[in-house]
């Protein structure tokens, strides 16, 4: 069946939330608002739900329009629940009590949200801490919960939000034990679609497997991200699979697959991408466009540890890839040359990997206190500039795309151009791309993989040959026996 709520999970971030402000500002409570049910424009159908990624990691809580509460003073926790009318029993069923509530999500006390203003009044609180910032990928705001008689407490909305952003930055064992489920639902997808490649005439089809696999065999309803299945051309869009490229391009056997889509478990996110050719079999061209991916990736997971800067790790990962295209004969002159003048961002506009939890996305790349957004051109788009922790969960996710534009803009630039080939980058005009993503897991010594898959050609190949082709297969157990890189 379906996982139920972990529940100890979030009374430990709770209990790491607390622990954090009693430094500060011992006498306050924390008063956070869950989210709400948003229609499709002015119908009646509504989106499927998704909890508000805040109040999901405190609580766990499923439902929408909740309200929660924590007494830093006393470590006591407290959900408010909407009051809703009797008629809900017959559309929606059994209509949730406090004491259901309580049990089901293992905080203190439940109440009802039209109890806040009373509730806080007998507490009593010195301060009450609002959740109000901004996210450093979205660039979007989170706004302060609302509630009666709110300017009757003296209220902060500027404390909480690095906290608890810092908080999540560093995952608990049993998040990480959340984390590595979403990745084996979605490794034991990504295998299965791999060997049914040539069933499949459309790349929406692939999804559809995907997603098939995922809740079929891993009970996982959603996935954590909008599901990219690109092949051919289509692999040097970035962010395909949106409503503008919906995943509709017929699949040709000469094409390259690349297939970046994570399943979300308990609330936590997975984000994998493989590539592969669709015949099975790497042409000499597929080849040294993977393998140049491939080695950047490998020397990124066999260097990640404490105290090594993601920015550093970057710079490798170019460093390497750059260097093997280089010997390939696609480029010519100096590495480190290149990476300065910006091409390395040429042909891998994006950031090397993200923070990665409860949102795809994770926060705490930029925050108070950790290093700034990289200025230069090839950096900038770095999701964080942090060094590395025990306990961070990143992706690695090295790429090489062949991006029309962007390869115009560089042969047009009298600097760049030196370094490219001319009459060798043209061939993989049309190629598309080539991108390998892994979730690790920082440990003390070095980083684990926890998204383990045929990687390199070899491997792929031989999956790729196996006779039980397309099959629907039980769950791997990769989570349980991680690949360790020391």
Known sequence: GLPPVPKEVHAKNRNKLVGRIKEVAPNSIVLVKGGYLINHYNTDTVYQYRQESYFLWLFGVREPGFYGLVDVKTGKSVL??????????????????????????????TFYVDQIDNFLSELGPESVLLLNGWNTDSNLEIKPAEFPNRHGFAVNSSML????SECRVIKSPEEIELISKACAISCTAHKYVMQAITKCQFEYQVESLFQNSCYFVGGSRTTAYTNNCSTGCNCSILHYGDAGAPNSKQILPGDMCLFDMGASHSGYASDITISFPVSGKFTKEQKTIYE????ARNAVINSAKPGVSWVDMHI?????????????GILTG???????????????????????????????GYLPNTPPRPKQSYLKNLRTARLLEEGMVLTVEPGCYFIDPLLDRALADEYLRKFINKDEISKYRG?????????????KTGCTVLSPLPRTVEEIEAWMK????????????HYQTPVVYK
């Open 431 to 443: 190629f598309g791309g080539v991108r390998i993503e892994d979730v690790v897991v920082i440990t």
């Open 292 to 295: 140049a991916v491939l080695f």
């Open 80 to 109: 408010f629940i909407p009051r809703l009318p009797e008629e809900y029993a017959t559309w929606m069923g059994p209509i949730p009590t406090p004491a259901f509530v309580t049990e089901k999500y293992g905080v203190s006390e």
């Open 161 to 164: 939000y690095p906290i608890i």
């Open 316 to 328: 490798l990962a170019n460093k390497v890839m750059l260097t093997e295209l280089t010997e390939a």
């Open 466 to 477: 196996q006779t039980d082709k397309g099959c629907l297969r039980p769950l791997d157990k």
């Open 334 to 364: 100096n590495v480190d040359e290149m990476i300065e003048a910006g091409l390395s961002g040429i042909l891998q506009p994006h950031g090397l990997g993200h923070l990665l939890g409860i949102d795809v996305h994770d926060v705490g």
